[in-house]
Structures are given as C-alpha cells and as structure tokens.
C-alpha cells in the first residue's frame, strides 16, 4: 500500500514518532522522498531548534525565508550560546520571536555567562530584541487582542548577563512577569529591584493582581528585594511551585537587599498564594547574618504545601552570626517533605542537630502525618565531606569517621520523635503497641562535588543525588544507594564519592569528638 493512500493524520502519527525516538535521520530522509512526505516530516523536523552558533541560526532563518510556513511549525527554541564554540565575531541579527506564532517554548542562554566567554560583544542587543517581543505579548501591551503574539509561549528560561556584568538587572514591570498565559518561568543571575531601579511603584502593579497563569517561578542565583517579591507574587492567579535561590556563589554586591531579610514582608509576600502553593524552595545567600537572623516560616495556612526544601546549613562556628530558618506551629497540614540542603556535617553533633529538629518542628510534623496517615520525609542533602572549613582547623584532619557515628545518633532521634509522634493517636495507646504504623522516614543524601555552581547550563546538567541512609530499610545504611531525583535519559553523571563511601562504609576507630 502507497504512503500517499495512507490517512494524513496517520502519517503524522508516524512522524511524531519518529522525532520521539531522536530519529532525526529518518525524519531527513522521509523529507527528501517526495513532496507530499517532505511537508508532514518538516511538521515535526522544524518544531524543535537548538543552536549553539550564530551561523547555524542564521542558516535557520534563511530556510524560513524560503519557506515561511516553517515558522509555525516551531514549538520548541533553544539558544544555548554558553559554550565556546560560539561565534560572537559574527554580525547581530536578532532573532523576533514574535514570527513563530506556536511557540511553546523558549530558553536562551548569554554568550557571556561563563567565566571565559568573551565579554563585551552583541549581546545586548540580542537581549533588548527578546524583551520587545515579551513586551509585546504582555498585559503592560494596553489591548491584547485575540491575534496577540506568543499566545502559545508557556515556558521561558533565561540564563542570562548584563552587558558588562555576569548580573542583569530588572524590575517586576518587567515585561517576563506579566505574560498571562506563561505557565513556568526560570531566570538565574538577575538583580530584581536593586540599586537605582526603583521607579516602579507598588500600586501601579497593583492593576495586574490575579491576571497571569503562571503555575511555576524559580529564582536561580538572584537578588530581589521584598518589595520586588511582594509584587511578582501577586501577578499570578494560583502560583504552585516558589524557587528562590538567592545569590549564594557570587560576591555579595554592597547594595543588595534580599527578600529573606524580613520575616515579616517575607511572609505577607508568599501568602498572596498561600491557597495554591505546593513546592516551597528556598536558598538564603548566606548561612550568617549579621546579629544573627532567624526565617520564621509561618505556613499553617497553606492547606495544600507538601514540598518544603531550605538550606543552606553551613557552618564555620557556634555564635550569634549563625542564620537560621524556624517553621512556625501549628505546621502546615498537607507537609509531606521537608529538605535541608547543603547540611555541614558538623551541623550532625547532637546539640546542633536536635535545635535544628527543633527549629523546624520536626516533632510537630510527625505528628500531623501519623494524624492525617500519610508518610512523612525529612531529607538531609549533605555537603561534601572535606570541606573548606576542615582546612581553617587542624585538628579536623579527617571527618569522614565520625559521620556514621552522627547519622546514626541523629536517626535515633528521629525515630524517637516518630515513636512518640504514633503513641500520640488514641488507637495507639489503647492497643499498647506500635505495631508496623510508622509512616515517616528519615534519609542522608549525597552527590559528587563538581567544579561547577549554579545556574547549571544546558551542557552540565542538574546533579545527581543518591540515599546512603533511609530508615525505611532494615539496615538503613544502604550498601546500594538509590539515585533520589529524576535525571533526564542523556544525564549519565555519576555520583560515586569515594569520600561518601568511606563515611558511610563502615566503622572507624576514631571517635565522635572530631566534631566537637
């Protein structure tokens, strides 16, 4: 039977196939069979475009003018222009955005965000093209009418620079907050209404309150203000998943204002989405602060809030520089997993770690789960073993012994807290017994070290972490830890550590004081 006689949706099907499977070879070859296949097969040959050059672009819009039905084929852009091979000699030619009119989705990286890259080049302008067409399609355009462009757009990530900065600089009028029918939104490196760019005024924005779909926004490597957070928080209509990291691997600039600085503002910002949001994650940019500060969360009325990850938990010294987070009770009811990211080891001496326990209400938050029958999970994502702090003092010469001896002290604890958390249902203590109810869980996570800090680019990937301990397992130290997070098929990284596994391989002679 002749292809020709097949159903045109048939053969489309079996084109989609064929670009799902990265069979790009045949969708090449189907093209250049006959007319007829060459225009199912440039359907989905067109939708995905990733270029790391400005030559291979350029070679993709010359095919467009040729054919300029091949821009509404496009659902997918990647300009990943991070890597040394590209080529910033050439001339500027911006790509407008606003001539593929199915677009889906965007991510765009500067040309001068690492370390080596040529500085000084086009692309500010590539960067001002970008935001014209954001523009465009944003509720600052005063009539959105029905032919309104980037209507399809529902992602956007962005690793971008300032012109003469590895740091860009924005507002919340900024036009990648206001696109209503945007769904995810990810911006590393960014100063959001820092320094003298405060012309925007709170109640001005106070018009596009509720008028975005926005479902998740994360913050990589940035510095905002609460006024700039308080005021981004309120575009969205029912915001799901909150990432604020705050810069943590740059230097701190002398007039940087971070959100996290006031309790107070901070709390009143996230609670514009207190109904809907679900995934909290937040990375203050220091572990000290002067005087001491505390975060104190307060997130009993986010009845839908099962993701909790904070960090980091460094420390160089005991004392009143120590910053610290505190979950307010009553908990939030739907917590399902709390995560401490970069945890010290020397926070796992018992004094440190019970105020930690105690900060964050762990003993609370066992009890809600067992009340609301649901498992419970408290992650500890470990820093790497041989620290920099370990070289400011001689005597922490080797701290890989005493970490088994810790994990299994502070799982102990856990599991105290936990059998206390089961005695506290009325069905326990009439029964006299905790049976096999225990429903939360405690676990150690650890990655391998990379020479590399946030924002991760397209060719370094996210890291992988692995669980060394989980209570749930009869012998909680795992002698095959399972990979914790989701990695993409073509991430093969590996998270062996040799340090890791001599810390949790096995006892050592030496004792817990190491620590001390």
Same mark, same amino acid.
């Given at each position: 039977?002749?292809?020709?006689?097949?159903?045109?949706?048939?053969?489309?099907?079996?084109?989609?196939?064929?670009?799902?499977?990265?069979?790009?070879?045949?969708?090449?070859?189907?093209?250049?069979?006959?007319?007829?296949?060459?225009?199912?097969?440039?359907?989905?040959?067109?939708?995905?475009?990733?270029?790391?050059?400005?030559?291979?672009?350029?070679?993709?819009?010359?095919?467009?003018?040729?054919?300029?039905?091949?821009?509404?084929?496009?659902?997918?852009?990647?300009?990943?222009?991070?890597?040394?091979?590209?080529?910033?000699?050439?001339?500027?030619?911006?790509?407008?955005?606003?001539?593929?009119?199915?677009?889906?989705?965007?991510?765009?990286?500067?040309?001068?965000?690492?370390?080596?890259?040529?500085?000084?080049?086009?692309?500010?302008?590539?960067?001002?093209?970008?935001?014209?067409?954001?523009?465009?399609?944003?509720?600052?355009?005063?009539?959105?009418?029905?032919?309104?462009?980037?209507?399809?757009?529902?992602?956007?990530?962005?690793?971008?620079?300032?012109?003469?900065?590895?740091?860009?600089?924005?507002?919340?009028?900024?036009?990648?907050?206001?696109?209503?029918?945007?769904?995810?939104?990810?911006?590393?490196?960014?100063?959001?209404?820092?320094?003298?760019?405060?012309?925007?005024?709170?109640?001005?924005?106070?018009?596009?309150?509720?008028?975005?779909?926005?479902?998740?926004?994360?913050?990589?490597?940035?510095?905002?203000?609460?006024?700039?957070?308080?005021?981004?928080?309120?575009?969205?209509?029912?915001?799901?998943?909150?990432?604020?990291?705050?810069?943590?691997?740059?230097?701190?600039?002398?007039?940087?204002?971070?959100?996290?600085?006031?309790?107070?503002?901070?709390?009143?910002?996230?609670?514009?989405?207190?109904?809907?949001?679900?995934?909290?994650?937040?990375?203050?940019?220091?572990?000290?602060?002067?005087?001491?500060? +505390?975060? %104190? #969360?307060?997130?009993?009325?986010?009845?839908? &809030?099962?993701? /909790?990850? *904070?960090?980091? =938990? @460094?420390?160089?010294?005991?004392?009143?520089?120590?910053? +610290?987070? %505190? #979950?307010?009770?009553?908990?939030?009811?739907? &917590?399902?997993? /709390?995560? *401490?990211?970069? =945890? @010290?080891?020397?926070?796992?001496?018992?004094?440190?770690?019970?105020?930690? #326990?105690?900060?964050?209400?762990?003993?609370? &938050?066992?009890?809600?789960?067992?009340?609301?029958?649901?498992?419970?999970?408290?992650?500890?994502?470990?820093?790497?073993?041989?620290?920099?702090?370990?070289?400011?003092?001689?005597?922490?010469?080797?701290?890989?012994?005493?970490?088994?001896?810790?994990?299994?002290?502070?799982?102990?604890?856990?599991?105290?807290?936990?059998?206390?958390?089961?005695?506290?249902?009325?069905?326990?203590?009439?029964?006299?017994?905790?049976?096999?109810?225990?429903?939360?869980?405690?676990?150690?996570?650890?990655?391998?070290?990379?020479?590399?800090?946030?924002?991760?680019?397209?060719?370094?990937?996210?890291?992988?972490?692995?669980?060394?301990?989980?209570?749930?397992?009869?012998?909680?130290?795992?002698?095959?830890?399972?990979?914790?997070?989701?990695?993409?098929?073509?991430?093969?990284?590996?998270?062996?550590?040799?340090?890791?596994?001599?810390?949790?391989?096995?006892?050592?002679?030496?004792?817990?004081?190491?620590?001390?």
């Amino acid at each position: 039977m002749s292809l020709q006689l097949l159903p045109k949706e048939l053969v489309l099907q079996v084109m989609y196939c064929l670009r799902d499977s990265q069979d790009i070879q045949a969708l090449k070859s189907a093209a250049c069979t006959c007319r007829w296949l060459r225009r199912a097969a440039e359907i989905f040959l067109y939708s995905t475009a990733k270029f790391a050059t400005l030559s291979s672009l350029y070679q993709y819009m010359d095919s467009i003018q040729i054919d300029p039905q091949r821009a509404d084929y496009l659902r997918d852009l990647e300009l990943l222009y991070s890597t040394g091979a590209y080529d910033y000699h050439r001339p500027s030619s911006p790509l407008d955005l606003t001539s593929f009119p199915n677009l889906e989705s965007f991510v765009s990286e500067s040309p001068e965000c690492q370390p080596q890259s040529v500085k000084g080049t086009h692309w500010n302008l590539f960067m001002d093209s970008y935001m014209q067409a954001f523009n465009q399609a944003s509720l600052l355009t005063e009539s959105l009418e029905a032919h309104a462009p980037l209507r399809n757009l529902r992602n956007i990530t962005l690793h971008w620079s300032g012109s003469h900065d590895r740091f860009w600089s924005i507002t919340p009028k900024c036009p990648i907050f206001l696109l209503p029918l945007l769904q995810s939104l990810e911006i590393s490196c960014a100063r959001i209404g820092q320094g003298g760019l405060r012309e925007w005024k709170l109640g001005e924005l106070e018009r596009f309150g509720r008028q975005t779909r926005l479902k998740s926004l994360v913050l990589t490597e940035c510095v905002i203000s609460i006024e700039s957070l308080h005021a981004i928080l309120s575009f969205p209509t029912a915001l799901q998943t909150l990432v604020l990291h705050e810069k943590f691997y740059h230097r701190r600039g002398i007039r940087d204002h971070f959100a996290v600085e006031d309790t107070v503002a901070f709390n009143r910002a996230i609670a514009q989405q207190a109904e809907s949001l679900e995934h909290l994650d937040i990375f203050r940019h220091s572990a000290y602060a002067d005087g001491g500060k +505390t975060l %104190a #969360l307060s997130l009993y009325d986010f009845p839908v &809030l099962s993701h /909790l990850q *904070l960090g980091p =938990y @460094s420390m160089l010294f005991d004392g009143p520089r120590q910053f +610290t987070f %505190a #979950l307010a009770t009553p908990v939030p009811k739907a &917590l399902r997993s /709390l995560r *401490l990211n970069e =945890y @010290s080891v020397f926070m796992l001496d018992d004094t440190r770690a019970n105020k930690v #326990l105690s900060d964050l209400s762990v003993a609370e &938050l066992l009890v809600n789960a067992e009340a609301r029958g649901f498992l419970f999970t408290l992650d500890l994502s470990l820093q790497r073993v041989h620290s920099p702090y370990a070289q400011v003092r001689a005597r922490f010469q080797d701290m890989r012994p005493a970490v088994r001896a810790f994990v299994e002290k502070l799982g102990l604890r856990f599991q105290a807290l936990q059998e206390a958390s089961i005695r506290s249902r009325p069905e326990a203590v009439s029964k006299g017994s905790f049976g096999n109810t225990v429903s939360s869980r405690l676990r150690f996570l650890t990655n391998k070290p990379r020479h590399k800090i946030p924002p991760f680019l397209h060719d370094e990937g996210p890291q992988r972490f692995v669980v060394r301990y989980d209570s749930k397992y009869p012998e909680r130290f795992l002698s095959h830890p399972y990979t914790a997070n989701t990695l993409p098929p073509d991430r093969g990284d590996s998270s062996d550590d040799e340090d890791m596994n001599v810390a949790f391989g096995g006892i050592s002679p030496l004792g817990s004081h190491l620590l001390v």
